[in-house]
Each structure stands twice: as C-alpha cells, then as structure tokens.
C-alpha cells in the first residue's frame, strides 16, 4: 500500500499515510512510525488551536495525536 497523504511540521519533518503514519526528517531519515489500529491511513494533517493535534484519516475512523511539535502551515 503507498502512501496517499502527507503533512509537514516546523521543524521540516514529513509525515506521510500508508501502514499508520510515517515521519522523516528533511534529510529523509525515518524517525518514527505513528502505529494505527487500521489497515491503511489516507490523509494526514494538523489542526486544533495551537496546531499541535495531529489528525489522521484511516479506513473507518479519524484518530487525532496530540503532538510535541506544531504543524507548519
């Protein structure tokens, strides 16, 4: 499965949709897997007041993630 959505932090990572949510570092260094109990996310994106919540559509629900970085805009 590839990945259909992806988002960007303040601090230039790139969370990208598939099996959960993928980060990278701008340099493109895997830095972490976000696991969803779901067999595929599509979209990604931040959102809430300070944009620190990070919301990800997957096949039946919209999980949200509070984050320690903030969405870039």
């Known amino acids: 499965m590839g990945s259909d959505g992806m988002t960007i932090d303040t601090e230039g990572n790139v969370y990208l949709t598939g099996r959960g949510v993928t980060v990278f570092d701008k ?43 903030k969405g870039a805009y």
């Open 27 to 69: 340099a493109g260094k895997k830095l972490t897997n976000i696991p969803i109990p779901e067999p595929w996310t599509g979209n990604v994106t931040f959102g809430g007041k300070d944009r620190h919540l990070l919301f990800i559509a997957a096949s039946k629900k919209v999980y949200g993630v509070k984050m320690k970085v």
